[in-house]
């Protein structure tokens, strides 16, 4: 999807079944949506792992080092510098909140945000959760 439909912090539409379906919302793991535009590392995301892509399927390379737990084995995307991305990553999570303040309660709009054990409420939190998170890294420097 492209940067403006994937703020940081946000579950874009259309992904509520694969959370189900790989239970991402059980046992505690932490995950995030990243566009494919944008760099996958940023503030919280540091050394990112390849695991999977669209173009060449699955690294068993990497998936047999992580079955086997040779975490040090893994190769690690290295974060470039942020600065710039980072200012325009505030502005889609900024663009993101006015979008979902501004519709929130609109019929239709909350009809779209509800289903498969999500609710409105959960993308009003993610808007206001990603924006604060990253005026904050901005604010330390990034």
Same mark, same amino acid.
């Given at each position: 999807?492209?940067?403006?439909?994937?703020?940081?912090?946000?579950?874009?539409? *259309?992904? +509520?079944w694969?959370?189900?379906?790989?239970?991402? #919302?059980?046992? *505690?793991?932490?995950?995030?949506?990243? @566009?494919?535009? #944008?760099?996958? +590392?940023?503030?919280?995301?540091?050394?990112?792992?390849?695991?999977? @892509?669209?173009?060449?399927? @699955?690294?068993e390379?990497?998936?047999? &080092?992580? &079955?086997?737990r040779?975490?040090?084995?893994?190769?690690?995307?290295? +974060?470039?510098?942020?600065? &710039? %991305?980072? +200012?325009?990553?505030?502005? @889609? &999570?900024l663009?993101?909140?006015?979008?979902v303040?501004?519709?929130?309660?609109?019929?239709?709009?909350?009809?779209? %945000?509800?289903?498969?054990?999500r %609710?409105?409420? #959960?993308?009003?939190?993610?808007?206001?959760h990603?924006?604060?998170?990253l005026? #904050?890294?901005?604010?330390? *420097?990034?």
């Amino acid at each position: 999807l492209p940067s403006r439909d994937v703020p940081w912090e946000s579950q874009p539409r *259309g992904t +509520a079944w694969l959370v189900e379906r790989l239970r991402l #919302d059980k046992g *505690g793991y932490r995950y995030w949506w990243r @566009s494919r535009e #944008d760099p996958v +590392a940023n503030h919280v995301i540091r050394g990112p792992v390849r695991f999977w @892509s669209a173009t060449d399927g @699955s690294d068993e390379t990497v998936l047999r &080092a992580l &079955a086997e737990r040779r975490f040090a084995d893994l190769p690690r995307t290295r +974060a470039g510098p942020r600065r &710039a %991305h980072g +200012a325009a990553e505030l502005a @889609s &999570a900024l663009e993101q909140l006015r979008t979902v303040c501004g519709s929130y309660w609109e019929r239709e709009w909350r009809r779209e %945000h509800r289903g498969i054990g999500r %609710h409105p409420e #959960d993308t009003l939190w993610e808007a206001v959760h990603g924006y604060l998170d990253l005026l #904050d890294a901005e604010e330390r *420097g990034g």
